[in-house]
């Protein structure tokens, strides 16, 4: 870890956001919308911000929604710039009245954190007093950024008898191990995580949400066995599980902890990450038909990074390069955080997929910095 100054100050600034929504069948479970307003929603992707992107993907949505659907609105960092209980229920599940639900929207402007662990509780106390059936969907192109633990909570709410199922759109998240920390909310509650990455892929995202409470897809028992590789023996600790498509980098499965855990996946090619303590290991294979069972051997110490920036102080808005000496998987990523370790709201970081060194953009407020690796 490195850490470097920056002087001078722009504050940049994008465009504000809006969040889509799921649609359902006649006689579908009540459906609240959980918004992320927060301030790296003025991000942009292709140009177009994200907010931007997601009013118009909420605007089609909601457009296309059964009369009958019962539906409402949750926002969270649209007040305040940084209180993380910033969260508001905008419209009350009811009736649809679709001209209400986009209204609500179309009036976010994205200032604060991200408190999607209170957001969560909020929604699971709202949605709890309806006494059916019901669906959250959550969209956020960041992680919890106020202290919380959502993969904590959403086990809590599993275990509760609350008929909730949380499905989950990261949008514009690429790190594996970020997407992990939002998809936990959906698989351990048995709702659905998408990784979406452009105006396309939030679009379809939304439209797979109606398809899953459409129907179940077919999914086939897979059990994950963690060893120790000097060994070859099966470990019974707490090892940390993350399972994604080969194909998209999306992940499927995660929050679950143990030495031999069983996952349900579609048929198909993934691949497999398991971490204990400073220990890891990966391996990627396939799903037919049949059931099957992946061992993974864990086989020493976690990856280290070596990271060398060219200046230690540097032009605010600026542009740096830092050299980096690791694993350099496809994956893998150099992150601007606080000198502490905490994530930026507005998240800076710069794939190492290209080769060294990286071209590190830097934020625009003054201070002290530092670059850390973020490895797959």
Known sequence: MTKFKLVAAFLVTVVSPAVPAAAQQAESPDLLFVMDASNSMWGQIDGVSKSEIARSAFRELVADLPDDTRAGVMAYGHRRKADCGDVETLVPVSALNRETLIESVEALKPRGKTPITESLRAAADLLSKSGGATRLVLISDGIETCGGDPCELAATLAGSGIDLKAHVIGFDIPSKADQAKLACIAHLTGGTYWNARDAEGLTGALKETVAAEAGEPQ?????????????????????????????????????????????????????????????????????????????????????????????????????IKVAFEGPNDEADFLRLVTPDGNRLEQDIWVSVREGSPALLPLPGDAGDYRIMPDIQ
């Open 219 to 319: 999914t086939i028992s897979v059990e994950l066995v963690a060893a120790d590789k000097l060994t070859g023996q099966h470990l019974q600790d707490p090892v940390s599980w993350i399972v994604s498509r080969v194909e998209d980098e999306t992940v499927v499965s995660s929050g679950l902890f143990g030495g031999t855990v069983e996952v349900q996946l579609a048929p198909g090619r993934y691949s497999v990450t398991a971490t204990l303590s400073e220990k890891s290991g990966r391996a990627a294979f396939d799903v037919g038909t049949g059931g099957t069972s992946q061992t993974v051997f864990l086989d020493g110490t976690l990856p280290v990074a070596a990271i060398m920036p060219e200046v230690a102080e540097a032009q605010a808005t600026s542009t």
